[in-house]
């Protein structure tokens, strides 16, 4: 069964850095656009980055444009979400995903979230 787990969360000051890592296992994501997304409780999800499967493209949200840079290593099934400048409000559960379809499609496989909170 394919599965998704995320890693490399944890507690930051604000301007410091976090790389948070995700690992595919049980099945092929062949082909498979890679997403993070991250949920405040009491939220909505918000698309934070995804990646194509060459890696030659590449999507971020607004609040997160230019400061994470998403990337991907498919010889090892990993996606990392490297993220600086980190403020206060990027605090949430970082989610890994992955879609058969485009960086807006329905992503068909999640991790269960890694925390990241960043304090001021």
């Known amino acids: 069964q394919s599965q998704l787990a995320e890693s490399g969360g944890g507690l930051v000051q604000a301007g410091g850095s976090l790389r948070l890592s995700c690992q595919a296992s049980g099945g092929s994501f062949t082909g498979y656009v890679m997403g993070w997304f991250r949920q405040v409780p009491g939220k909505e999800r918000e698309f934070v980055a995804a990646v194509g499967w060459t890696a030659l493209n590449t999507w971020y949200g607004d609040s997160v444009q230019g400061r994470f840079i998403i990337s991907r290593d498919n010889a090892e099934n990993r996606v990392h979400l490297q993220m600086d400048a980190l403020e206060p409000e990027d605090t949430a559960v970082y989610y890994c995903?992955?879609?058969?379809?485009?960086?807006?499609?329905?992503?068909?496989?999640w991790g269960q979230g890694t925390q990241v909170a960043v304090s001021s």
């Open positions: 995903a992955a879609t058969s379809g485009t960086f807006r499609s329905s992503y068909e496989y």
